[in-house]
């Protein structure tokens, strides 16, 4: 038996325990040292089920319906390998893609696997997730961990690895100026790679001081807070017109609108803001500017899923990411709901990351 934390619905998260999931010949075991609490499992324990199935409606890749073990952001020490497993043996520390994908559609034959029409992950719509004492997922999914960062480090090669792929999909170059709306796990961890691929100035606009005081800490050249002053007059008057790319990490009306009027003209703003709200822009802030707006989308997955989170650890073993800053508390799984969801969703708290550590 093992203890798994399970989402059932709304503001319904229960630690239980469980029989032990069984190991395919594909697959390998992970004894977990450490899952992240996502933005995206907030939403879900809020006001979900959006990405996780329903109950009577099983996810058409992976079987899975409500109840289902949540965590996609996790890491551990490998414990059994499946018979046709040879990449990986007992004693590995590794961390995960959680993307499971189809390799059958239109977008997985495009090798854009991150688009695939019936993507899963573990954590969310798969059998098993991070919140977890252990976890089964198929071999290809599983990233190797160097010797030297400790393992629970790796919990945050997800988040990483989506702003890893942000900053590739803005087309950012050495020298450039940005901006960064939002500073969340994924708005710091853009500010990151954005540095690390060579941006001067990266300016970030957050209301919370604690996660401004982060972004200093992880790089962020100038932080402001949009509700004290005017962000947009700010940025264009500190770049002669406007950043050169604007990366949007919240997705509502005011951060859309500074997003695209803080950016230069010909400049690029790539969204990375999960929302389903309505925005309003401006056809003549693109048009007459030439301003590109396009979104980017988790990482690259399928047969290439290692590329975008090797990167992202290799910049975890050079410090250029800190994970250490990004880390705001540790609870047990027993923990998870009070010490943990409920932490992040107090609208006081100061926290970002928050690791289980099961
Ligand atoms: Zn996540
Ligand atoms: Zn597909």
Redesign the pocket.
């Known amino acids: 038996m093992m203890r798994v934390a399970h989402y059932h619905g709304p503001d319904d998260l229960r630690v239980e325990s469980v029989d032990e999931p069984t190991l395919s010949e594909t697959a390998v075991r992970i004894d977990v040292a450490a899952c992240g609490i996502?933005?995206?499992d907030l939403h879900e324990y809020e006001s979900g089920p959006d990405l996780t199935p329903n109950e009577g409606e099983p996810h058409p890749l992976t079987g899975v319906s409500l109840p289902v073990p949540l965590g996609?952001?996790f890491s551990g020490t490998v414990s059994a390998v499946g018979d046709k497993v040879t990449a990986f043996s007992v004693g590995d520390a590794v961390t995960v893609n959680p993307a499971v994908v189809c390799n059958d559609c239109r977008y997985c034959a495009e090798g854009r696997h991150n688009l695939c029409e019936s993507v899963a992950n573990y954590g969310l719509s798969a059998q098993s997730g991070g919140f977890a004492e252990h976890a089964v997922v198929d071999a290809e999914n599983v990233v190797a961990l160097p010797d030297s960062i400790p393992v629970e480090y790796g919990a945050l090669v997800?988040?990483f690895a989506v702003g890893l792929h942000a900053v590739r999909r803005s087309g950012l170059q050495a020298g450039d100026t940005a901006v960064v709306f939002g500073s969340g796990p994924i708005g710091l961890a853009i500010v990151q790679a954005a540095r690390a691929a060579g941006a001067t100035d990266v300016f970030v606009s957050e209301p919370r001081a604690a996660r401004r005081k982060i972004a200093t800490e992880v790089g962020a050249t100038t932080t402001l807070d949009p509700t004290e002053i005017d962000a947009i007059e700010m940025i264009r008057s500190a770049t002669n017109g406007g950043v050169d790319v604007a990366f949007e990490a919240v997705g509502i009306q005011p951060t859309y609108e500074a997003a695209i009027e803080s950016t230069k003209r010909g400049g690029q703003i790539t969204a990375v803001g999960i929302s389903t709200n309505e925005v309003e822009l401006v056809p003549n802030d693109l048009v007459v500017v030439e301003r590109t707006i396009n979104g980017s989308n988790g990482y690259l997955s399928g047969p290439r899923a290692a590329e975008e989170f090797e990167a992202a650890v290799r910049y975890l073993e050079t410090g250029e990411f800190d994970v250490e800053a990004m880390i705001t508390g540790r609870v047990a799984l027993d923990d998870i709901v009070n010490g943990g969801f409920e932490a992040l969703l107090d609208p006081e708290s100061n926290h970002v990351k928050i690791l289980v550590e099961p």
Request: glycine content about 14%.
């Open positions: 996502c933005g995206t996609h952001e997800e988040p």
